[in-house]
């Protein structure tokens, strides 16, 4: 009796231990396989001069409820002395990452990569709002749509301007050319040409998120250490 | 910064609320399998405190996953978590434990409380006997199976937070341990408490074996406690400021020396040690140290929430 339990109990850890350990490995070691895309943008803030058209036209095209927002500019400054005074602008939206915190936590796939496009887009149907996703992504770049009530971001415009074979709205609005959207696969492509050119920075690598959204960095503001 | 609204905060005391019962509804459990394995035996349905275990553990797992559910922005979609499944988050896995772990919750409960229920049945029901007498058959197992998906429940609590990336103090290795020992100590006290208020005998041979486990546990506790934060300033950086914007000067500064420290941790310590050498127990000791222990849990769940969210990577 006793040993039976003892026995059981020994092997009712190992199925355990085993079985995640099964699916741990498995998650780490599963690579992209698809022969889709691999949408990208690329964001000079050199160019940027902050004028807000790409927010606008992305709250026109995709809906986006007031209160709410896919895109921010988010803006520093000014630094410098007048006449040479000049402000910083960073994009705030999201980083569409290769390695997703967002998709890994949710707990019914309603966040997911498009294999397709390598867009990490929402599922509002599937999703039933626990924020777990916006807890876990590290850019805080997603919200609950007043709307729909689901988790809602950018998707670089997949279902309404990529769908007529069109640019995502910011990137045709914008009125300095800041900004470069195409397939990162494609070495003719003109975003592989601007990130060849020009040295570049991504947001937050160090954890290992590999965004999708590429930065060309302005003037330092100030320098800090 | 206010205490309870700042930017980054996405879950708010529901959530901490949750935990908080779903380590109750797992430590309570855990104490009365315990107490039946190695005290009580085939009376344990007699006693007071293991009543107020089979109360408690059933209910705050049932008012935890309620308050989950009304937390949801569609609450009434929440049947999609449990058709939809995903074998990488942490949420997704801890429903189904929470699933399994009810199903041998209510198992074991029947074994437990076959004798009783039989009784009462008067053989008016033969099903009901014959479903029992499986069971019962069965019971090292059920209790084998709840033993570990109440365990797992515990620690599940702790690694749902610590899988975030985007805070670095819940991002914690030890923040499941912390979690699970804690959830224990609380599932003890609430034993306990329900036990004496059951009118349970404050003096009894239940009390002095929990008491005998959470001297132990507390110390562990502590020691948890001080690797987790010792732990993030080491690391430096944004884990260094998470950690000390937690237990520096503030409203949660407070909560963390005054309500966790002092009151839920070194208070139930000291009069546990107390009642151990002066052996008197007396209702209101036990009473009074158990609502230490469950205040000082409650505080921990809602600090860790609410301190974690404060600072991002």
Redesign the interface.
């Known amino acids: 009796m006793k040993n039976s339990r003892r026995l059981f109990l020994k092997s009712a850890c190992a199925v355990v231990v085993g079985a995640s350990g099964y699916t741990i490995a498995k998650s780490s070691t599963e690579t992209a396989v698809i022969d889709g895309k691999k949408y990208a943008l690329v964001h000079d803030e050199t160019k940027c001069i902050g004028c807000d058209a790409c927010s606008v036209a992305c709250r026109e095209v995709n809906l986006v409820p007031e209160g709410v927002s896919r895109l921010k500019i988010e803006r520093e400054g000014p630094y410098g002395e007048y006449p040479d005074q000049y402000f910083r602008f960073t994009r705030k939206s999201c980083q569409q990452c290769e390695d997703t915190p967002c998709v890994k936590v949710c707990p019914t796939g309603a966040a997911y990569k498009d294999p397709e496009t390598g867009i990490v887009s929402v599922d509002a149907w599937k999703c039933v709002g626990c924020q777990y996703c916006i807890a876990a992504c590290p850019y805080q770049v997603r919200f609950i749509n007043p709307v729909t009530h689901a988790a809602d971001k950018c998707d670089f415009c997949k279902e309404t301007r990529l769908k007529e074979g069109r640019q995502p709205a910011c990137v045709s609005a914008c009125p300095t050319k800041a900004l470069t959207f195409g397939d990162l696969k494609d070495p003719e492509s003109n975003i592989v040409k601007v990130l060849k050119s020009a040295p570049n920075y991504r947001s937050k690598t160090e954890l290992g998120t590999r965004p999708k959204v590429f930065r060309i960095a302005s003037r330092e503001g100030e320098v800090t250490l | 910064m206010s205490p309870f609204h700042f930017d980054?905060l996405?879950?708010h005391w529901p959530i901490a609320i949750y935990l908080f019962l779903a380590g109750v509804s797992a430590g309570a459990i855990t104490f009365a399998i315990l107490l039946k394995h190695f005290k009580l035996g085939k009376n344990a349905h007699k006693s007071g405190f293991i009543q107020a275990a089979c109360l408690i553990a059933p209910l705050s797992v049932f008012a935890g996953l309620g308050i989950l559910v009304l937390d949801?922005?569609?609450p009434f979609?929440?049947w999609?978590?449990l058709?939809?499944?995903?074998?990488?988050?942490?949420?997704?896995v801890g429903?189904a434990v929470l699933m399994i772990y009810q199903v041998a919750l209510f198992a074991w409960l029947a074994c437990v409380f076959k004798e009783p229920v039989l009784n009462w049945c008067n053989g008016r029901w033969p099903l009901v006997t014959r479903l029992l007498n499986a069971l019962a058959k069965h019971e090292?197992?059920i209790?084998?199976?709840l033993?570990?998906l109440a365990l797992?429940l515990g620690a599940y609590t702790g690694f749902l937070l610590s899988?975030?990336?985007?805070?670095p103090m819940l991002n914690n290795p030890v923040l499941p341990l912390l979690f699970l020992i804690s959830g224990l100590s609380s599932g003890a006290a609430g034993t306990l408490l329900g036990g004496v208020l059951l009118k349970g005998n404050p003096d009894g041979k239940e009390v002095h074996f929990i008491h005998n486990i959470e001297i132990p546990i507390i110390l562990v506790e502590l020691v948890l406690l001080f690797t987790f934060f010792i732990g993030l300033i080491i690391s430096g950086g944004q884990s260094k400021i998470a950690a000390l914007t937690a237990i520096g000067e503030g409203f949660w500064g407070w909560v963390f020396w005054g309500g966790i420290i002092i009151v839920g941790l070194s208070l139930p310590l000291a009069f546990n040690l107390f009642m151990k050498a002066s052996s008197k127990r007396k209702f209101s000791y036990v009473a009074i140290t158990a609502s230490c222990s469950l205040l000082g849990v409650f505080l921990l769940r809602n600090f860790i929430l609410y301190t974690g969210?404060m600072t991002?990577?």
């Open positions: 980054g996405v879950w949801l922005t569609k979609d929440f999609k978590i058709v939809f499944y995903n074998a990488t988050s942490v949420m997704s429903v090292p197992s209790t084998g199976f033993t570990i797992s899988a975030l990336t985007t805070y969210q991002v990577a």
